[in-house]
Structure formats: C-alpha cells, structure tokens
C-alpha cells in the first residue's frame, strides 16, 4: 500500500510532530487510533494537534484518520479476496453497513461494485490532494 508520491508529499510537513502522528496513523492503517492516541504519542493536546494538522495537511487528524482507513480499504478490495466484512473489520469499522456506507460516500460507489469492476471509473480525488500535500 505504499505510494512513493504520497511519502514523498508528506516529506514537505515542517513540523516533525506532524510528521510523527502521520506515520503512526499510517502505520496502524488508521484502525485502533484516535486523536487522544495521536496527540500523547507526539506530546500534544488535542486541539493544539488538530490545528497543527489543519496548518500542516488542511484537514483534522480525525478526517486524515478516516480518509487512511477508507484508502487501506479500497486497496484491499482491488487487491485482496477479503469479504467486505473482513475488510469493514481490519480497517476499524464498526460494522460492514457503515464500510459500505462511508467507502460509497469517500469514492461514490460501493465496495462491491468497484471490486466487479476493478476500479474503473472510481476517482481518488481526496487520496490525490493529501499525496501532494494540500
């Protein structure tokens, strides 16, 4: 699941503990993390992480969280035999129902279809905007 362009963006945060709760969401695939995790890991408060993250990446831990889970899940419906449940399960959701639901939402199909299809016609707008920094 690597992408050398997204590394190669998130090289450009300047403040290393930014740098450090990204690599920590990233390396837990976003499942088991929540901003309280993140921010005593790199010895912030919650909100002075959020508006660090927001300054840094423009979107809140909490949304950079979801928009990693929902990119490890949409790698193993391309690239794995997983049923979506197993999917739903090792990515943190809570249930299959809310997989389907958020995945539709973040790539504006669901699992399934994009697995029938191989991911023709699903965009990864957000996933491009983060890899470049923005």
């Given amino acids: 699941m690597f992408e050398k362009a997204r590394a190669s963006g998130f090289r450009r945060i300047e403040d290393a ?3 450090r ?3 920590l969401i ?5 499942q088991d993390v929540t901003l309280d995790t993140v921010a005593r890991h790199v010895g912030l408060g919650g909100r002075q992480l959020t508006r660090l993250f927001r300054d840094n990446l423009g979107v809140t831990p909490k ?7 929902l990119r490890c899940a949409h790698w193993l419906v391309l690239h ?3 049923s979506m449940t197993e999917i739903a399960y090792q990515t943190g959701f809570a249930d299959c129902a809310h997989f389907a639901t958020s995945f539709k939402a973040r790539y504006g199909a669901p699992p399934s279809s ?9 965009s ?3 996933d491009e905007a983060l890899a470049r920094g923005e």
């Fill in 21 to 23: 709760a990204v690599v």
């Fill in 63 to 69: 949304r950079f969280i979801i928009e990693t889970r």
């Fill in 124 to 126: 990864g707008g957000a």
């Fill in 114 to 122: 994009l697995r029938r299809s191989g991911g023709a016609g699903v």
């Fill in 17 to 19: 503990r930014i740098q």
């Fill in 80 to 82: 794995s035999s997983l």
């Fill in 26 to 30: 990233e390396s837990r695939m976003g």
